[in-house]
T-cell receptor
Framework: AQSVAQPEDQVNVAEGNPLTVKCTYS??????LFWYVQYPNRGLQFLLK??????LVKGSYGFEAEFNKSQTSFHLKKPSALVSDSALYFC???????????????FGRGTQLTVWP | SQTIHQWPATLVQPVGSPLSLECTVE??????LYWYRQAAGRGLQLLFY??????ISSEVPQNLSASRPQDRQFILSSKKLLLSDSGFYLC?????????????FGPGTRLTVT
């Protein structure tokens, strides 16, 4: 069964500093991994995905994520945090075992990122 | 481009009253559609998904139901709301193709059952 763990409920970082939001996964086949961001009282916005290819994936708003197969991790990173990056971040893995076109995603519990000025 | 709409944006309903939340997608055909509930601003719980008109799969037994009367319309309903039904309800869609995997979410409906 597929699952995702986000070990930190909360990450705090000063503006201008690099940020990392951690995610580890468990899958039965090749991992298809995603990051989403949610601002208060809004829907989730897609940031980036890893399907295959380069281990470093670049996404929206200057975010990137590094896929590490040996550590089964897919950490979200940004070189220089902004106050406007403060939001709830979700990691997700795609279900490949129940028909490849269904597209079910399994989400982590989310990590609240706070960037202070 | 594709867009997804949900309404209403917020809803306050008494216990025991019925519920109908609507989701529509524009700019794509035959999408996979999903209903999620997010409680306490954190984890997402998949409630229902649909791969076509009239085809609904339920993930969690509860007093909610879903219907898909048209290709791009997905409705979440209840005959009698419970206090525990309060939460943030999100609709999402994805393209049923092997090379496109991400889901796209609507703006959500905040439901408060009093």
């Amino acid at each position: 069964a597929q699952s995702v763990a986000q070990p930190e409920d909360q990450v705090n970082v000063a503006e201008g500093n690099p940020l990392t939001v951690k995610c580890t996964y468990s899958v039965s086949g090749n991992p298809y991994l995603f990051w989403y961001v949610q601002y208060p009282n809004r829907g989730l916005q897609f940031l980036l995905k890893y399907i295959t290819g380069d281990n470093l994936v670049k996404g929206s708003y200057g975010f990137e994520a590094e896929f590490n197969k040996s550590q089964t991790s897919f950490h979200l990173k940004k070189p220089s945090a902004l106050v406007s990056d403060s939001a709830l971040y979700f990691c997700a893995v795609r279900d490949m075992g129940r028909g490849s076109t269904l597209g079910r995603l399994y989400f982590g519990r989310g990590t609240q990122l706070t960037v202070w000025p | 481009s594709q867009t997804i709409h949900q309404w209403p944006a917020t809803l306050v309903q008494p216990v025991g009253s019925p519920l109908s939340l609507e989701c529509t997608v524009e700019g794509t055909s035959n999408p996979n559609l999903y209903w999620y509930r997010q409680a306490a601003g954190r984890g997402l719980q998949l409630l229902f998904y649909s791969v076509g008109i009239g085809q609904i799969s339920s993930e969690v037994p509860q007093n909610l139901s879903a219907s898909r009367p048209q290709d791009r319309q997905f409705i979440l309903s209840s005959k009698k709301l419970l206090l525990s039904d309060s939460g943030f309800y999100l609709c999402a869609w994805s393209v049923p193709r092997r090379d496109l995997y991400e889901q796209y979410f609507g703006p959500g409906t905040r439901l408060t059952v009093t």
